[in-house]
């Protein structure tokens, strides 16, 4: 096959990264910085193919193409910028600060968004004052910026007196358009969360709803349903014996998995307040690692299971590994919370025989409304629709019941099923229990829930564990007929499960 034009590669993936259809645009932009370095476009596709790379959470990715591109580019604001976002989304925090704080030198636009993003890493690492500092710096500037008011809104969400103001001001940003596009999901989301602090539950609804609907993506409920069935038809308990005598003997990892929102985070800091166990946070090397067997296979790894060799085994199980040495090398467990690493626990099963696997449970209403409420990027297109999530959810509830049948016959630990209310409930108790099924003695040091963690939302951070959001459903059921519709029985089951629970 001929390579494209330069321009063709140019418009096309210039037209997809505006359009915000990042996974077409890198891509199509990785090709033409591959092959036209000479072109005089050349550093803004740079930074347009590592702005497509953050936002397809494709992160570690960017920060490499960034790295390389700054050796040519030392003084590149763009991509220094856009690298601090690839640290910070990804959770290391101090790293990204490291990496905004030149950039408070920089000429105005950029210095904007350096403050504006350094103070929601300040939020997340507890240091409120330091982020009330940048932003009273930048309104002394007279800076101004959709971040800058994003952050804003971080930053008063948990301060009664002045949420309305905060209120004011996004309700008349968005009724001008004068939000960017790329920022507009999540203002609006921030929005929604300052109306539900103050119970204005109907005005929250429409600005979630308004946030779903800027942030786009589609959600092919057919072609999920195939995936699913495929799964479940290739990992067998018999295929997963047969694979387990290639697979590590480590009992090092332990899998945080579950729905989006359903208690993940809270899991994982429990897990963690063991000094044996680190928190690794949502690692994305199991998906690397699949990703990398499916090119290796020439299909998707369920269809091609039985395909699988003995070094691919055991050199997927090293990648694997080396990511738990890089979070922490001398932990005896490392906790992976990378919440859809269910669509995998097959293959993990067979990869690593000895290792955990908790499964965090919540009221499937709590979780959808939830997963609604927040932008997610476009990480998870099936969160900005009710009527997705209850198909999601139906989905995921299959594929788990699948995965509770197999564990249970298999030579292995069975999974642990943590219910998100009973926990909230008695953490400590909960904490003794996961760490007793990690096989550690209990050794509960209150160290982990104060965590930056970065998928708490900023005015969380610092707070412990709290039960304010159980229930939370309730203040929206005249807004999401559609979702209850679409979970029917699940709520019945759920709610039975809760009460069996031991």
Partial sequence: MQPKPPQVLLDRGSAAYREGRYEQAAPLLQEFADRYERHPRFPNVLRMLSASLVYSSRRDEALDVIDRALVRLPEDWDLRLIRGHALRLSGRNADAAAAYEPLL??????????????????????????????LDRADLEGLENSRLDLARAGLVMGNPEERPDAIARLTTLRDADRIDRELRPGLLAALGDLLDAEGRYAEAFEAYAQSNEAAGGTYDAAAAQARIDGIIAAW????????????????????????????????????????????????????????????????????????????????????????????????????????????????????????????????PRDVALSCFSRHFMHDHPWTTRLGWLATF????????????????????????????????????????????????????????????????????????????????????????????????DLVDRYEADLADGD
């Fill in 393 to 488: 959810t139906r989905q995921y509830v299959q594929i788990m019941d699948h995965w509770r049948a197999v564990y249970a016959e298999l030579d292995r630990p069975p999974m642990l099923e943590v219910f998100y209310e009973r926990v909230v409930a008695d953490a400590d108790a909960w904490a003794a229990r996961m760490q007793a099924f990690v096989g550690l003695d209990a050794a509960v040091a209150d160290v982990g829930v104060t965590s930056d963690a970065p998928t708490l939302r900023a005015d969380q951070v610092g707070k412990g564990v709290y039960a304010s959001s159980r229930g939370r459903h309730t203040n929206y059921e005249p807004h999401i007929a559609p979702l209850l519709s679409g979970l029917g």
């Fill in 236 to 363: 067998t308990p018999e295929r997963i014996r047969s694979l387990q005598r290639w697979g590590s003997d480590s009992a090092r990892p332990v899998f945080v998995v579950g729905m989006p929102r359903s208690g993940t985070t809270l899991t994982e800091q429990l897990v963690g307040r063991h000094p044996d166990v680190a928190r690794a946070g949502e690692l994305r090397r199991m998906r690397d690692v699949v990703y990398a067997l499916r090119e290796e296979l020439g299909g998707e790894l369920h269809e091609r299971a039985d395909a699988i060799t003995e070094d691919q085994m055991q050199a997927a199980s090293g990648r694997y590994l080396e990511a738990l040495d890089e979070a922490d090398a001398s932990a005896a467990r490392v906790a992976d919370k990378m919440p859809l690493n269910l669509m995998q626990l097959g293959f993990i099963a067979a990869l690593f025989p000895n290792a955990h696997v908790i499964h965090c449970r919540r009221d």
């Fill in 105 to 134: 030198e920089a000429p105005p636009g950029i210095r904007a968004q350096a403050m504006a993003a350094l103070a929601e890493v300040r939020m997340r690492q507890g240091q409120h004052d330091a982020a009330r500092a940048l």
